[in-house]
């Protein structure tokens, strides 16, 4: 799928510049929980902050394309009423009658495998994913992203062509995680290709010598100085840590214009997933 725009905010406003420019900097936080304590804890103002990212992105979407609104919060924060005015507010701030939504999704978790629906997708249409995860119980990290996407055949066909690109992910048994593994990296050649690897929390590092290991007898090029953990950037990477992850890898792919893996869990299974830079940063 091509990636039109995707962004993330997570607690000490670190950033993929951040990690690339100075990652001995960045204090290690693997098991404390951490705030974004640069904005406003309610849900209507962080809603309206990643509306406001991408505005101009779902404005320049041609009409023809009908867009599909997934938002994520996490189980405390899902009062639909709250949550449905958050967004409507949003909506209404930065983009109002400019272009309208087709759909809107509340949903609590959501496995990156879902986007096996939207790259199967006949219909011209675009998905705006915005994930807005904040425990008031301190169970886990705060963390926002935004991705607005749209499958390849139409980005082609709506002139997205040269757009970050996030690769069809594969579930992955973590007890043959070696195998499936390089046989993830055998069908996908991008998956091969990529320097860098991203775990979305802390018992993805139990595989990460396994899966380098098949790199490395697989011809692949990860590059063991790029193997990273969203855990040791934020602490406990919650519920919504596996899109954490894919949108700050989408970062760091732009950042070091090199592909990136990103491996993830959520609460039934593991994913693996590969990102492209854009062609036009080449």
Known sequence: MAIIKSG????????????????????????????????????????????SSVANEIMALP??????????VNESLNNEAVVNDAFMQGWQQHIGNLYTWQRLTIVNSLSPMVM????????????????????????????????????????????????????????????????????????????????????SDGEGSLHAADILQQ??????????????????FIGPSGPAGSWLALALAADLALTHQDNYTVLAQDDSQWTVSTIQPSLEHH
């Open 116 to 199: 096996e629906d939207w790259i199967k997708s006949p219909a011209p249409e675009a998905t705006l994913l915005l994930v807005a995860q904040r425990s008031d119980m301190d169970e886990f990290s705060d963390g926002l992203a935004v991705m607005l996407l749209i499958n390849d055949d139409h980005a082609q066909r709506w002139g997205f062509g040269g757009q970050t690109k996030i690769y069809r992910p594969m579930v992955i048994d973590k007890d043959q995680m070696a195998l499936q593994y390089q046989l993830f990296i055998n069908t996908q050649p991008p998956a091969r290709a990529a320097k860098g690897l991203l775990l």
């Open 215 to 232: 790199s490395l007898d697989g011809k692949g090029n990860l590059d063991v100085s790029l193997v990273r953990n969203l855990e040791s």
């Open 63 to 72: 009409g023809e394309i009908s867009l599909n609104v997934t938002l994520m």
């Open 8 to 51: 993330v905010l997570l607690p000490g406003q670190i950033t993929a510049s951040m990690i690339y420019s100075a990652e001995s900097d960045i204090e290690v936080s693997t098991g404390l929980i951490k705030h974004i304590d640069s904005f406003p804890k309610e849900l209507a103002p962080r809603v309206s902050l990643l509306l």
